[in-house]
């Protein structure tokens, strides 16, 4: 595993405050995270007679769109409005002259599978949201549409210095060197391991906020035995935990930082003492990690249930006021934190740098922030749709701070009463660093009582941290994440430091990850699930033999070959 380059990342850092304003965050935020930018009004004229130009041109007659997608976590509406009916699919059609219509959405916890199920079916609708796996899947079976040409000449160099910041977010979504999706393109720090904990319990305890792992188990265990919300009974838990507690793709109480703390890095790739690639899951340092998870599993520190409860049942227990313990990313406290803030008005959760098992400091990793991305059937009609809402997309990105983008932040960005309209976008992207350039934009301006820096999206956090701090429970998310103390506070102390690393692999799926990852990450997925729960620590030696011998081998041989040219 490499150091992430702090020459890479001021050039973002520069590149995103020159282009940055209102973007789409990450995809379970609610309304304290970042904004889609808002749609432009669009010109009357046909695609057949546009010109460069004309990128964002109504068409007439309008055509029909259909799509698939999932619905973010925490995703809210107006009453009567629906992902159907919104502000969006409005624009689209008055805007654009787009009827867009889906033919399935569902829960995001649902999205791998029903995307399986019809990716399998072969019926595919005129635009997709699709995982790597699929992309690659249908790329190669020539059911895509290639993009290469409609992004070069239908894009504009504003959009394409947006999407091409971070050059191998964007690169991942090319095979065999040919454009086949739009990635959604966002920022790799915002993923970083940060651990948040009840401060209002540790008063309540006399406890101090810990600094090592060592103190973070003794302040679980009290949580779990000293009765930290003083009601009296015995119904509080330590830590919270996923189910999918290893998916990279899941920021919100999983237990990579944890892992982090102990120099462990499972679904990732790291690098060994020769320099080679091996994978994080099957080195020796994990098994400490899963048996410390052991202990405080048997301990009721960890709920018994854990097992079989998803991100929004765990969510649930953690707004509920049930926890004391979570790791998260950036977003957590817009995501769910905030759940528990209003419904415990003395709720007092604080982010903290990753605590270590020894005197090395933690580091958390990064992880290719592209989760999803935009594709266009081969048989669509018109494909070059997709590429009108990716050039929409990028129409906010800009340091205007004028009444007239102000609206548009709140019309289709987050409304005055907090709900995350930018949600209801089909397409979303954002630059690289977006987040904590706002976040370092508000605390300055909050510090110089000058609000002239700062550009419509950032003025909206700016206004609902004043709301929060003036007793507004609804906008205690956005100040825990852009004001301080909060978040962006820990995101900036690690890319200050340099103290994080990034996972090595970060190209497509290799042959055998295509055809051996889902079953390989489905056994290490029940080993260390049963692990945690019981059974011995002997059978993480059988997972690893396993693992190697039913692909894992040939996978580490592809990612090694794959490293050596992206060295």
């Known amino acids: 595993m490499k150091k992430f380059s702090l020459t890479r990342l001021a050039a973002l850092a520069l590149a995103a405050m020159i282009t940055v304003s209102m973007a789409a965050c990450g995809s379970d935020s609610k309304s304290s995270e970042a904004t889609a930018s808002g749609s432009s009004t669009a010109s009357s004229t046909t695609p057949a007679d ?68 019809s990716v399998a079916s072969g019926d595919l609708p005129d635009i997709m949201w699709l995982r790597n796996k699929q992309l690659i899947e249908l790329a190669e079976n020539d059911m895509l549409y290639d993009l290469t040409d409609l992004y070069k000449n239908n894009t504009s160099d504003f959009t394409k210095s947006i999407l091409e910041q971070d050059k191998a977010s964007f690169d991942s979504a090319k095979i065999g060197g040919k454009l086949m999706a739009i990635p959604h393109t966002a920022s790799s ?39 930290p919300d003083k009601n009296g009974k015995n119904d509080t838990f330590g830590l919270a935990l996923v189910k999918n507690f290893l998916d990279v793709n899941n920021k919100h109480a999983s237990a990579a930082g944890l892992f982090a703390g102990y120099h462990s890095y499972p679904r990732r790739w790291v690098k060994d003492a020769s320099g080679s690639a091996v994978y994080g899951s099957i080195q020796p340092q994990i098994k400490d990690a899963l048996l410390q998870l052991q202990t405080m599993y048997k301990s009721g520190q960890i709920d018994k249930e854990f097992g079989v409860k998803d991100k929004a049942k765990v969510m649930e227990t953690v707004s509920s006021g049930k926890v004391g313990i979570t790791y998260g990313g950036l977003s957590s406290p ?73 609206a548009k932040n709140e019309k289709f960005g987050v409304t005055k009463s907090g709900i995350a309209t930018w949600q209801y976008s089909l397409v979303v992207y954002e630059p690289a660093l977006k987040n904590l350039n706002a976040h370092n934009n508000v605390i300055k301006a909050m510090e110089t009582n000058d609000t002239s820096i700062l550009n419509a999206e950032e003025f909206g956090y700016y206004d609902k941290i004043q709301k929060s701090k003036a007793g507004d429970r609804n906008f205690w998310g956005d100040e825990r994440i852009f004001g301080t103390p909060s978040s962006a506070d820990i995101i900036g102390k690690y890319v200050d430091s340099q103290n994080l690393l990034t996972n090595l692999f970060y190209g497509s ?56 040219q992206a060295k």
């Not at 309008?62 to 992902?83: K, Q, V, Y």
């Open 334 to 406: 817009g995501a769910f934190l905030k759940d528990c803030a209003i419904n415990e008005p003395n709720a007092d959760w604080q982010a903290i740098e990753l605590p270590s098992i020894d005197g090395t400091p933690a580091a958390p990793v990064t992880s290719m922030p592209v989760t999803k991305y935009y594709a266009v059937n081969k048989n669509c009609k018109n494909p070059e749709a997709l590429m009108k809402l990716v050039e929409n997309g990028s129409s906010g990105y800009n340091r205007d701070a004028s009444d007239e983008a102000k």
């Open 509 to 564: 799926s290799t042959p055998t990850m295509v055809e051996k990852q889902a079953t390989l990450d489905a056994m290490e997925d029940e080993v260390f699930t049963k692990i945690i729960m019981g059974d011995s620590i002997d059978s993480f030696d059988k997972f690893v033999t396993d693992w190697k011998k039913l692909g894992g081998d040939q996978i580490t041989k592809e990612v090694n070959e794959w490293y050596a």
């Open 189 to 227: 720090v915002d993923n970083l391991q940060i651990l948040y904990i009840r401060a209002d319990w540790l008063k309540n305890l006399g406890l101090e906020m810990p600094k090592t792992l060592q103190d973070l188990y003794k302040v679980s265990e009290a949580f779990v035995k000293n009765d």
């Open 50 to 117: 546009q010109k460069p130009t004309d990128l964002l041109a109504k068409y007439t007659p309008e055509i029909d769109l259909t799509a698939w997608r999932f619905l973010n976590n925490g995703i809210e509406f107006e009453p009567g409005e629906s992902i159907e009916n919104n502000v969006y699919m409005t624009s689209y059609k008055e805007d654009f002259g787009i009827n867009l219509k889906y033919v399935w959405t569902v829960p995001e916890e649902q999205f791998d599978q029903k995307l399986n199920i």
